[in-house]
């Protein structure tokens, strides 16, 4: 395995193959599915009788082998477009950052300086040895990924030549076989493909009998993981209330204060869960029913993309619009504070208008979501957003989202238009998460307020070239902007080379002075900056 080879790879033939491999066992599917109706209505006895319903029977069999073995093909290449499409990404990374650099890298994969020893002189001033080992450790890192996906594709490929590769869907033309799970660490890719392959009835049960783990399931459509994800909260908002109480009365017979006050602690816990729980659902509700008056919502429909309880704090992706057919999709990545209880509506609100203002700029006929997205466990208090460890954790499952959406649109209606908007401390989380998504995952990355791209160069992002995209208020009024170190935080895109820049006008300043004035104000409807950011989400941007 050499650099040379590496950069021969490419994704297209084996996405579709993917996409012939699914649309074949779908037209089996349907075939099996015929043929076991036919054989369920064949009544009466006899020879003839008999021998037809064996006829059928292996004809039946036949189709099942060949369905699961197109699904298991199809499996298959899409975890190499998964892999390919994340070495693509670096490979373009590492050209972009060394475009016009006289550090050179041969078919190999060595990393040298090239041209006369007087150039390589002068280089040194702009390009110093340290970067000569910084492309060298990620030209390293790419042969890597491509050694481990040559060796996970021959692995799967000599499974399914043995008939042990396991397809997770187990088509049965009668339904007696049920789908289960895929394998833990499957790539989005992957999960689409299993999930696209199933039948609408093999989705409700899995739904049914799964909710919390397809609701939040990266891979898996936004559909579908809003009907999972009610179903997790209208249960919890049945059964919670019901165990506030039992441990109300456990704790007023507890046999010590220690007891009684680990009582009352797990009863605060889960009050604190409820409450965040029924955000949520109010929030929903606003496409119905406005809570403040009763009245008529807003009749934007709403999906809950994620919803998980683990933490500290409830997290939850609520989308605007239908981000399985929308041409272009925004993501809102929110910072410092944020919190389902207390900042979730605030969102909702914000998205609503962004995603107004997109609209009346997109081209006649496209739709936009807009997605909400508190899915990752933000700072609470300043002490905590002084380290990006909140944002390195954070990016791994934004990147894991962002892989899905996009790999569900593959499976499903197409590719759509994809933005990650990051403000404040969630700039610094999206950076990061834009340097891991797969290639062409992500059109455009907008920063807002950051204090910290979560980058050294911005072709360290996974996004096209002349794509990365800033907005700054003035400095006097939101001084969160560059406040994060180099080392951690990136470097401040305002100042970064290779961003492009859209207005910092995001309205009057206030009448006293406050360092975070207009800190918030880059969602403030009417306002230039505004205005551009949801025109780069409608896929207009700014030249």
Known sequence: MNWFEVLQWKSEPLAELARESESKSRELQAAGDSLNAQLGSLTGQGQAVTAARHALKDRISDIEKQVNYLISVSQ?????VDGIDDIQADIEDIQQALASSPIHIDTSGVVSFVGSLVDSAQSLLTHPLEMVKIVADRVTKVLAKATA???KLIAMMGALGMGTFDNHVNYSASGAAKPTLPRPGASEQEVASWWSQQSDENKKWLIEHYPEKIGNLNGVDGTSRDKANRIVLDRKLTDLPGEIAQLEADAANASSPFIRNAILEKKAKLQHEL???NVVKTTLNKTYVNPENGGTGDGVPRQLLGLDSSGRNLKAIVAQGNVDTADHVGVIVPGLHTNVEKTLSDYDNRAGLMRENALRQAKQGETVAMVEYLGYDAPQVELEAASSTYAENGARGLSGFLNGVDASREHGAGDAHITLMGHSYGSTTSGMAATLVNKGVVDDTVLAGSPGAGVQNVSEYHVPQGHAWVSAAPYAYDMVQGLGTDFN??????????FKHLS???????????????????????????????????GAGKE
Do not use: C, R
């Open 275 to 277: 409450d965040e729980l």
């Open 489 to 498: 935080f990136g470097k401040n895109p305002d100042t970064m080379a290779g």
């Open 149 to 151: 996906l040559e060796a």
């Open 504 to 538: 910092g006008d995001v309205g009057p300043a206030p009448k006293n002075w406050d360092p975070v004035g207009l800190h918030m104000a880059y969602f403030d409807d009417n306002t230039q900056a505004q205005s551009e950011i949801a025109g780069v989400i409608a």
């Open 76 to 80: 298959i290449a899409s975890a190499g």
